[in-house]
Protein backbone atom coordinates (compact mmCIF):
# COMPACT_ATOMS: atom_id res chain seq x y z
CA UNK A 1 0.00 0.00 0.00
CA UNK A 2 0.81 3.73 -0.67
CA UNK A 3 -0.09 6.53 0.25
CA UNK A 4 0.10 10.05 -0.90
CA UNK A 5 -1.48 13.88 0.05
CA UNK A 6 -1.66 17.30 -1.18
CA UNK A 7 -2.57 20.21 0.96
CA UNK A 8 -4.26 22.27 -1.87
CA UNK A 9 -3.71 26.00 -1.46
CA UNK A 10 -6.06 29.32 -2.92
CA UNK A 11 -5.62 30.08 -6.79
CA UNK A 12 -7.19 33.41 -8.31
CA UNK A 13 -8.39 34.40 -4.74
CA UNK A 14 -7.95 37.57 -5.14
CA UNK A 15 -10.64 37.92 -8.06
CA UNK A 16 -13.02 35.23 -6.96
CA UNK A 17 -13.36 36.39 -3.84
CA UNK A 18 -12.50 33.41 -1.86
CA UNK A 19 -10.02 31.44 -0.59
CA UNK A 20 -10.83 27.79 -1.58
CA UNK A 21 -8.43 25.23 0.42
CA UNK A 22 -8.71 21.92 0.97
CA UNK A 23 -6.70 18.75 1.30
CA UNK A 24 -6.75 15.16 -0.44
CA UNK A 25 -5.58 12.04 0.20
CA UNK A 26 -4.63 8.95 -2.04
CA UNK A 27 -4.19 5.32 -0.88
CA UNK A 28 -2.86 3.32 -3.64
CA UNK A 29 -3.64 -0.50 -3.13
CA UNK A 30 -3.32 -3.98 -5.44
CA UNK A 31 -6.79 -3.51 -5.86
CA UNK A 32 -7.91 0.12 -5.58
CA UNK A 33 -7.13 4.25 -5.73
CA UNK A 34 -8.85 5.59 -2.50
CA UNK A 35 -9.19 9.32 -3.44
CA UNK A 36 -10.36 11.30 -0.46
CA UNK A 37 -10.52 15.11 -1.22
CA UNK A 38 -11.70 17.77 1.28
CA UNK A 39 -12.62 21.06 0.41
CA UNK A 40 -13.46 24.46 2.30
CA UNK A 41 -14.14 28.29 1.07
CA UNK A 42 -15.18 27.56 -2.30
CA UNK A 43 -17.48 29.14 -4.34
CA UNK A 44 -20.41 28.23 -2.69
CA UNK A 45 -23.52 26.39 -4.15
CA UNK A 46 -21.14 25.49 -7.67
CA UNK A 47 -19.71 22.54 -9.31
CA UNK A 48 -16.54 22.18 -9.25
CA UNK A 49 -14.44 19.92 -11.58
CA UNK A 50 -11.48 18.70 -9.46
CA UNK A 51 -8.34 16.30 -11.01
CA UNK A 52 -4.88 15.99 -11.46
CA UNK A 53 -2.89 17.00 -13.66
CA UNK A 54 0.93 16.33 -14.73
CA UNK A 55 3.16 15.51 -17.78
CA UNK A 56 3.09 12.57 -20.07
CA UNK A 57 6.29 12.15 -19.95
CA UNK A 58 7.17 11.45 -16.18
CA UNK A 59 8.54 15.74 -16.23
CA UNK A 60 7.29 16.80 -12.28
CA UNK A 61 4.45 19.13 -12.25
CA UNK A 62 4.58 22.08 -9.86
CA UNK A 63 1.84 23.94 -9.15
CA UNK A 64 0.78 27.07 -10.91
CA UNK A 65 0.99 30.40 -9.43
CA UNK A 66 0.28 33.80 -10.49
CA UNK A 67 3.64 33.97 -12.21
CA UNK A 68 1.70 31.99 -15.26
CA UNK A 69 -0.70 35.29 -15.65
CA UNK A 70 1.17 35.31 -19.26
CA UNK A 71 -1.48 38.08 -20.41
CA UNK A 72 -2.17 39.98 -17.14
CA UNK A 73 -5.88 39.52 -16.71
CA UNK A 74 -5.06 39.04 -13.15
CA UNK A 75 -6.58 34.96 -13.36
CA UNK A 76 -4.59 32.17 -13.99
CA UNK A 77 -6.76 29.96 -16.53
CA UNK A 78 -6.52 26.29 -17.36
CA UNK A 79 -3.90 26.94 -20.30
CA UNK A 80 -2.21 28.70 -18.72
CA UNK A 81 -0.90 26.23 -15.96
CA UNK A 82 0.29 24.09 -18.73
CA UNK A 83 3.38 25.14 -18.50
CA UNK A 84 4.15 24.51 -14.91
CA UNK A 85 1.74 22.09 -14.50
CA UNK A 86 1.35 19.78 -17.63
CA UNK A 87 -2.13 18.25 -19.07
CA UNK A 88 -5.65 17.28 -16.92
CA UNK A 89 -4.98 13.45 -16.43
CA UNK A 90 -7.52 11.99 -14.49
CA UNK A 91 -10.94 13.22 -13.12
CA UNK A 92 -12.28 12.96 -9.95
CA UNK A 93 -16.03 12.61 -10.80
CA UNK A 94 -18.23 9.53 -10.22
CA UNK A 95 -15.73 7.18 -12.36
CA UNK A 96 -12.54 8.14 -12.58
CA UNK A 97 -11.22 5.13 -14.32
CA UNK A 98 -13.26 6.22 -17.46
CA UNK A 99 -11.06 9.44 -17.47
CA UNK A 100 -14.11 11.51 -18.81
CA UNK A 101 -13.17 14.68 -17.92
CA UNK A 102 -16.05 17.20 -19.74
CA UNK A 103 -19.24 16.07 -17.54
CA UNK A 104 -21.46 17.35 -14.85
CA UNK A 105 -20.43 14.11 -12.39
CA UNK A 106 -18.59 16.65 -9.85
CA UNK A 107 -19.17 17.55 -6.43
CA UNK A 108 -21.28 20.51 -5.50
CA UNK A 109 -20.29 22.74 -2.71
CA UNK A 110 -22.33 23.75 -0.25
CA UNK A 111 -23.78 26.86 1.01
CA UNK A 112 -20.98 27.78 3.16
CA UNK A 113 -18.50 26.14 -0.21
CA UNK A 114 -17.91 23.28 1.46
CA UNK A 115 -17.69 20.05 0.06
CA UNK A 116 -16.31 16.22 0.95
CA UNK A 117 -15.49 13.72 -2.12
CA UNK A 118 -14.86 10.20 -1.45
CA UNK A 119 -14.35 6.58 -4.09
CA UNK A 120 -12.64 3.59 -4.52
CA UNK A 121 -11.34 3.67 -8.36
CA UNK A 122 -10.69 -0.16 -9.47
CA UNK A 123 -6.91 0.52 -9.81
CA UNK A 124 -6.31 -2.05 -13.01
CA UNK A 125 -9.58 -0.05 -14.77
CA UNK A 126 -7.84 3.41 -14.50
CA UNK A 127 -4.11 1.78 -15.20
CA UNK A 128 -5.60 0.46 -18.56
CA UNK A 129 -7.65 3.65 -19.56
CA UNK A 130 -4.12 5.77 -18.74
CA UNK A 131 -2.37 3.54 -20.72
CA UNK A 132 -4.46 4.14 -23.41
CA UNK A 133 -4.72 7.98 -22.97
CA UNK A 134 -0.95 8.29 -22.22
CA UNK A 135 1.04 5.49 -22.96
CA UNK A 136 2.24 3.94 -19.43
CA UNK A 137 0.23 2.51 -16.87
CA UNK A 138 2.49 4.17 -14.27
CA UNK A 139 0.40 6.65 -12.43
CA UNK A 140 3.31 8.43 -10.69
CA UNK A 141 0.93 10.66 -8.37
CA UNK A 142 3.75 12.06 -6.71
CA UNK A 143 4.72 13.72 -9.88
CA UNK A 144 1.68 14.85 -10.87
CA UNK A 145 -1.04 18.31 -8.94
CA UNK A 146 -4.31 18.51 -8.31
CA UNK A 147 -6.63 21.32 -9.18
CA UNK A 148 -9.90 22.10 -8.43
CA UNK A 149 -11.92 23.90 -10.84
CA UNK A 150 -15.16 26.04 -10.59
CA UNK A 151 -16.96 29.90 -10.25
CA UNK A 152 -20.34 30.75 -10.81
CA UNK A 153 -21.41 31.97 -13.99
CA UNK A 154 -22.74 34.96 -12.44
CA UNK A 155 -18.92 36.03 -11.97
CA UNK A 156 -18.00 38.55 -14.05
CA UNK A 157 -14.69 36.94 -16.00
CA UNK A 158 -12.77 38.56 -18.36
CA UNK A 159 -12.66 38.34 -22.07
CA UNK A 160 -9.07 37.28 -22.25
CA UNK A 161 -10.01 34.24 -19.72
CA UNK A 162 -9.33 30.79 -21.96
CA UNK A 163 -9.84 27.29 -21.03
CA UNK A 164 -13.01 26.22 -22.98
CA UNK A 165 -13.52 22.63 -23.05
CA UNK A 166 -16.51 20.97 -25.05
CA UNK A 167 -19.55 23.50 -24.21
CA UNK A 168 -18.05 23.81 -20.67
CA UNK A 169 -16.69 27.41 -20.34
CA UNK A 170 -14.28 29.67 -18.26
CA UNK A 171 -16.35 29.27 -15.59
CA UNK A 172 -15.97 25.94 -14.85
CA UNK A 173 -12.61 25.07 -15.45
CA UNK A 174 -11.00 28.13 -14.01
CA UNK A 175 -8.77 27.09 -11.32
CA UNK A 176 -9.23 28.19 -7.38
CA UNK A 177 -7.39 26.01 -5.70
CA UNK A 178 -3.83 23.57 -6.54
CA UNK A 179 -1.86 21.20 -4.70
CA UNK A 180 1.36 19.13 -5.82
CA UNK A 181 0.88 15.47 -4.41
CA UNK A 182 3.50 14.14 -2.64
CA UNK A 183 4.07 10.43 -1.47
CA UNK A 184 4.54 10.01 2.31
CA UNK A 185 7.03 7.83 3.72
Known amino acids: MTEY ?15 AHGNASFIESDENLH ?3 EMFDTPKNTQHWEHFHGFPDGKIAQIATMAQDVNHDGLVDLPETEIVSGTTMVPFDDAPQNMNVP ?5 ISDANGHFAYEIDVPLKDLQKKFKEVFGTDELELDKRVIYIHGVPDSLQLPESVGGAVGDYDA ?3 LPIAAGKIEKID
Request: charged content about 25%.
Open 171 to 173: HTT
Open 35 to 37: IKI
Open 103 to 107: NDNYP
Open 5 to 19: KADIVPLNDEFIGTK
